[in-house]
């Protein structure tokens, strides 16, 4: 069994610190990211501080065979992550010939036209040697450099951005899940018989996620890997096991 | 001007990183630090593993002043945090006491009595010299080790052992902010005048924030910081600037 590659995601951006932006990218990244067998190991929201930022990737880009990094590339003062990217490769930080071309033809050809300004020139401007990442949505692309890859942060480029990126990146074996609930049921009372079945499937991921709802509270078991076959055993074991505790089990619903 | 403390926020479960769960605690700490003054600086969601979370513990409790954990606290298998602590600090992972005698007493009070089998008490072991963080809504408590407290990852029980911690945080100066609107407004028009504004203010963080609406596109404009008489002045002037530049500023409207 091969390994898979890894992923890490870097949220750049004081807003969602603050709490004043909720982050809406980690989960689509990570869904997606399982789909294509690119597991998201670790994800870290960081400030626009220059430093910062220039360690923090050049510390995960060390650790993972995918750093992802949302936010930080629009023109404002506070966007300065392509900057920072430049920094942290020891290349200089330049116009990119083509997204310069591509964002001036743009602009001219606006009805008045705008203004492609020192401002929206800062979105052209690149680490030397970055590979666009275009997308239908922004004119102004995000960028890949080496294996760093860096989008938007407003939810809809990003995504269009993800997607662009997803049909090169090499991925490896999808991870698959299979959920059970039981309602009704305390994670404390099938805690042991849970744990020997994580035994029994060492190669996967047991999760035990306890639920409330007004309809009522219970429990949603995960079975999650690479081993399709082995996921869906693992999904009946806990089916039986729930069964035998005298609950009964629900398998595959969405929550 | 003395410096105000400063936090981590340590996100522990596969179930964030998969994508199954959207984490709903960030946004929780983080406005709630900033009302007490002590801004986080950086969150990261690592896995269930042992040695990432001990590392993570080590590397982030020696930078920042507090760290705040949530998720791993439960009776099952993959609810290691707590272990994980004690490993991290070097003290031995044992019965707490307190939290024992009380878990025992809620188990046999229970009509007909729950067991309080070896999988409850987990969620009474912890790291020796811990200190209780107890809470309305769940009868095991989360704990303060040294700068490290340890929260549930449920978001309502996470809030309530947040609020009895902050009953004790000693606080700095808190955050303020001020946002202004400008509807219609592309943020490439404005970025040099911004940028000037942030130059004036050079204590403050001045943030441009891009929205995208059915009803509009637009742009909120925030000023940032400890000093509200600072925070006030550059509102005003971002206000200023945008009514300049031909648009209308729309002050402190909620999004």
Redesign the interface.
Do not use: C, F, W
């Given at each position: 069994m091969t390994r898979n590659p890894t992923a890490c995601l870097l949220i750049i951006g004081?807003?969602?610190?603050?709490?004043?932006?909720?982050?809406a990218n980690?989960?689509?990244?990570?869904?997606?990211l399982?789909e294509i067998g690119i597991?998201?190991?670790?994800?870290?929201?960081?400030?626009?501080i220059r430093e910062i930022i220039v360690d923090t990737v050049n510390e995960v880009r060390a650790k993972f065979d995918h750093v992802f990094t949302t936010g930080g590339i629009?023109?404002?003062?506070?966007d300065i992550t392509s900057e920072c990217i430049a920094e942290a490769f020891g290349v200089p930080w330049e116009p990119h010939p083509e997204a310069w071309a591509r964002m001036e033809r743009y602009y001219a050809s606006l009805n008045p036209p705008?203004?492609f300004?020192?401002?929206?020139q800062?979105?052209a401007t690149m680490p030397r040697g970055a590979r666009l990442i275009s997308n239908a949505i922004s004119i102004a692309p995000g960028f890949s450099m080496g294996n760093v890859h860096v989008m938007a942060g407003?939810p809809?480029i990003m995504q269009a951005m993800f997607e662009e990126l997803a049909q090169q990146l090499k991925g490896g074996v999808p991870?698959v899940?299979r959920t059970v609930h039981a309602n009704g049921l305390a994670?404390?009372?099938?805690?042991?018989g849970?744990?020997d079945i994580?035994a029994r499937y060492p190669t996967l991921?047991?999760?035990?996620?306890?639920y409330?709802r007004a309809t009522g509270n219970g429990v949603a078991l995960?079975a999650?890997g690479t081993e399709e076959e082995a996921v869906a055993a693992a999904a009946q074991a806990i089916a039986a096991f729930i069964r035998a505790s005298g609950f009964t089990p629900i398998e595959g619903e969405p929550e």
């Open positions: 004081n807003e969602v610190l603050s709490g004043r932006t909720q982050d980690l989960q689509y990244v990570a869904r997606r399982g597991p998201l190991m670790e994800a870290r929201v960081i400030p626009d629009g023109p404002t003062h506070d705008g203004d300004n020192k401002a929206r800062r979105m407003v809809r991870i899940s994670e404390g009372r099938i805690a042991e849970l744990a994580q991921d047991i999760g035990s996620y306890p409330y995960v999650k």
